[in-house]
């Protein structure tokens, strides 16, 4: 029988959620030989070792035979696995012996590169679980220092928040106090105005008392007098008006 020169004689196939049926579209030399592959949506791979059927009719396996067909996110691998033995049975004779001796010394090759083959997978299959667990831990890390972070940029707002409310809690208090003083001023104005009024009402019945008794010179001192300290209650009344108005501003 003549192969054809195949590069890599696996297939894969992409589930659709309603396909059960799988072709292999090369050839083999026993339907056991075929190995099934599962690999679900998070790239991870196994086995398929039950739950599968071949078809001779279509050369097709149909997996899963109980179970839901494969998603979208899930895929199907099939590569032919065949076993490296010597199975052909010559006479013992020339020169068979030595097409025996020959098939034997390649049967031998293959057998030791098939075992550099499993080493190398093994090794694959290391360095994929080492990538996964570093993957893993990276990731762990990230969400670590990223929680770290947002509880310390809280903190830092909350402490911002504290500081703002006790600024503005001294600030109204300053207020409270600083009304509080002006009203002290404004009746202090007020008492202030009350009794300068008081003393000109008295200072203008004493004058009209005199006019009465008095002569006309005494009138004119008299209004001399009361002219001048009018004046000085005015120049009283206007610096103190102009202090409080000072203080409030």
Avoid: C
């Avoid at 691998?77 to 010597?86: A, D, F, G």
């Avoid at 008095?214 to 002219?227: M, P, R, S």
């Amino acid at each position: 029988m003549s192969i054809p020169i195949v590069e890599n004689p696996s297939i894969t196939y992409v589930g659709d959620g309603v396909n059960k049926e799988w072709a292999y579209p090369y050839d083999f030399a026993d339907y056991r030989y075929i190995k099934l592959l599962k690999i679900n949506s998070e790239g991870e791979s196994v086995k398929i070792t039950s739950d599968y059927t071949y078809k001779p009719n279509t050369k097709s396996f149909i997996y899963p035979v109980n179970e839901v067909p494969l998603t979208s996110e899930e895929k199907i691998v099939l590569y032919r696995e065949t076993p490296i033995k010597q199975s052909s049975v010559l006479p013992n004779l020339y020169p068979y012996n030595n097409i025996m001796d020959t098939f034997d010394y390649v049967i031998m090759i293959l057998q030791e590169q098939n075992i550099l083959s499993k080493e190398g997978i093994k090794r694959y299959d290391e360095l994929k679980a080492e990538f996964k667990e570093l993957k893993n831990h990276t990731e762990s890390e990230l969400k670590r220092i990223e929680d770290k972070v947002l509880k310390e940029l809280v903190a830092v707002q909350e402490e911002i928040s504290a500081k703002l409310k006790e600024q503005e809690d001294r600030l109204n208090a300053q207020m409270l106090e600083n009304n509080a003083e002006v009203k002290k001023v404004i009746a202090l104005v007020n008492e202030t105005k009350a009794f300068l009024l008081g003393e000109l009402a008295k200072t203008k019945e004493e004058v009209k008392q005199e006019l009465a008794s008095n002569q006309a010179d005494t009138l004119n001192k008299v209004k001399v007098e009361l002219n001048e300290t009018t004046e000085t209650i005015n120049t009283n009344m206007n610096a103190l008006t102009e202090s409080v108005n000072t203080s409030i501003t």
